[in-house]
């Protein structure tokens, strides 16, 4: 899986094939199926670890909204740390696997919070498509990048609005507050989310 991550990395999802593995670890493509029936097992299995990635170190203080913030800043890193997987996060339904762990994680969070179940489940809901888009945004740029440029590479702001102040007044109001730094940008939304979390 690491030599499968790392050849996704460097070559993006789309290129990714058990040859292509197989010829990385100088080995015949067929040992690959001993271990993965498919390709695609094998991809989401990659999928599955970046999501679980640290939620074993989440935080539980006595602070449920600093542990709900560090848990989905946590999952923004990691799905960054391996942009090129965006499109495979896109396919993998948010409802199984390891996204159990983070999404109890939050969950017990918000019932901290003294939220009801159905308020929880709104929030949770709201928390993770949010991080998911405003993540996955950022991490097809970086996929790009990484195409023209190689592993390294870095991503522009999601959005970064000029507009002409002639056209469009009240977007230009707001546009000098919009963030360029995409992590700022990230948090300041995510803390619009959790502003009003009973304490």
């Not at 690491?2 to 996704?8: I, L, N, Q, R, S």
């Not at 058990?18 to 695609?40: I, Q, S, V, W």
């Not at 991809?43 to 600093?66: F, H, K, M, N, Q």
């Amino acid at each position: 899986m690491a030599a499968a991550m790392e050849v996704v990395d460097t070559n993006g999802a789309g290129a990714f094939s058990m040859r292509a593995l197989g010829g990385f670890l100088d080995c015949d493509p067929t040992a690959m199926y001993r271990h993965f029936a498919t390709k695609n097992a094998l991809l989401d299995a990659l999928v599955d670890s970046v999501i679980r990635d640290g939620v074993a170190d989440l935080p539980e203080t006595d602070d449920p909204r600093a542990d709900i913030r560090a848990n989905f800043r946590q999952l923004r890193r990691s799905l960054l740390a391996h942009p090129t997987l965006a499109p495979l996060v896109l396919r993998r339904p948010p409802g199984v696997g390891a996204y159990w762990e983070r999404s109890d994680h939050a969950v017990a969070q918000l019932h901290r919070a003294g939220m009801d179940p159905a308020d929880a489940a709104n929030v949770y809901q709201t928390l993770l498509f949010y991080t998911l888009g405003h993540t996955l945004s950022e991490a097809r740029q970086l996929a790009r990048a990484v195409e023209k440029e190689g592993a390294g590479a870095r991503g522009g702001p999601v959005a970064a609005v000029r507009p002409p102040a002639e056209l469009h007044p009240d977007l230009s109001d707001v546009a000098p507050h919009l963030r360029e730094d995409n992590e700022a940008q990230f948090l300041a939304g995510l803390d619009l989310i959790l502003r009003d979390l009973p304490r």
